[in-house]
């Protein structure tokens, strides 16, 4: 159950960098689709994209949640589960039939469960890669015709969980697999002059602890998950955790960056202190070295140096 507990307790967040004021003055208004807004880190960006001049198409399941949205300046609500066809190719034509075309698509709708991968029910997994993945393939597919037509941007809320992989994590799963979609995407897409990008969180602020716990006291009540209270009382430990986390500001304001810097990069890390970036950068790096042990072609010290020179003399 110890191996469950630390697969909770690690999903993150991307790097922060200066917010840029979205247009010039007489330039029309850009559209931005942002998935997951009803709270959290979604909500979020869209606040700070309506802010900063975006017309932001925030999507969300519940009504209420609507209702909310659609009191913000510069925010239409758009009733949106990435799980269901339906819903996305309704919200095509929601934002087609407005007629300001679209910039941007920021997917940030996801979720991360507590499942064991050697025992847990496989449905458990199915649907975390069904909203962390193809959520995002299938709005990507969706809004690409648009974004085509304005060479505009699309982004996916990843995470650091992405490079380092936890016990039993279906969520880190996920991730990899989204840093992954995101280089095939962009490699394929590149001559449509659509820049494809994600930001990788750190640990801030976010409902999501309280859906972890939320979600496997479900799984527990039907059978699918066994949960003692040692590992009950920690998951309730590692949701109350959350009050005392940074807001996600500089999740946004590198969304913010992505959608309007003449020169996007391709990954935006945002953590909220030093130690989570230096584990990912860690990570990223112990990953190369085990790749490059005993391998017949492998480098060594300096050679693998003399690398690292170039791809940073490549970045300038």
């Given at each position: 159950?110890?191996s469950?507990?630390a697969?909770a ?10 917010s840029?004021s979205?247009?010039?003055e ?25 802010a900063?001049?975006?017309?932001v198409y ?16 510069n ?13 996305i ?13 679209l ?5 940030n ?13 496989e449905d ?12 995002p393939f ?11 037509a ?23 799963m ?25 930001v ?7 409902k ?10 479900e ?12 590992t ?13 986390m ?24 945002v ?11 860690k ?12 391998q ?5 010290r300096?050679?693998?140096v ?10 300038e």
């Open positions: 159950m110890k469950i507990l697969a307790a690690v999903f993150v967040v991307m790097t922060g960098l200066m840029v979205v247009a010039e007489g330039e029309r208004q850009k559209a931005v689709l942002v998935t997951g807004a009803s709270s959290g880190i979604g909500l979020k960006i869209t606040e700070v994209l309506a900063n001049g975006f017309y925030a999507g969300a399941r519940k009504a209420d949640d609507l209702k909310r949205l659609d009191g913000m300046e925010v239409s609500s758009v009733r949106l589960d990435v799980t269901k066809q339906d819903e190719d309704a919200a095509v034509k929601f934002v087609e039939d407005a007629n300001r075309g910039w941007g698509v920021v997917n709708a996801g979720v991360a469960l507590v499942s064991s991968l050697a025992s847990g029910a458990e997994i199915q649907f975390t890669f069904d909203v962390n993945v193809f959520g299938r709005i990507n597919r969706a809004f690409l015709p648009m974004l085509e304005s060479s505009g941007r699309t982004t996916t809320i990843s995470s650091i969980s992405g490079y380092i992989a936890s016990d039993s994590s279906s969520y880190s996920s991730k990899f697999a989204v840093e992954a979609y995101t280089d095939s995407l962009a490699g394929e897409i590149a001559e449509t002059g659509v820049h494809v990008s994600a990788q969180p750190g640990a801030y602020k976010s999501i602890r309280d859906a972890v716990l939320a979600r496997a006291i799984s527990s009540e039907a059978g699918r998950l066994e949960m003692d209270d040692e009950r009382k920690g998951l309730e430990e590692f949701a109350a955790s959350n009050e005392g940074k807001e996600p500001d500089e999740v946004a304001e590198a969304v913010l960056d992505l959608l309007t810097s003449e020169t996007p990069k391709r990954r935006y890390m953590t909220p202190n030093e130690e989570q970036a230096a584990a990912t950068i990570a990223a790096m112990k990953r190369t070295l085990e790749l490059n042990e005993g017949i072609y492998s480098y060594d300096d050679e693998l003399a690398i690292l020179d170039e791809l940073l003399g490549a970045e």
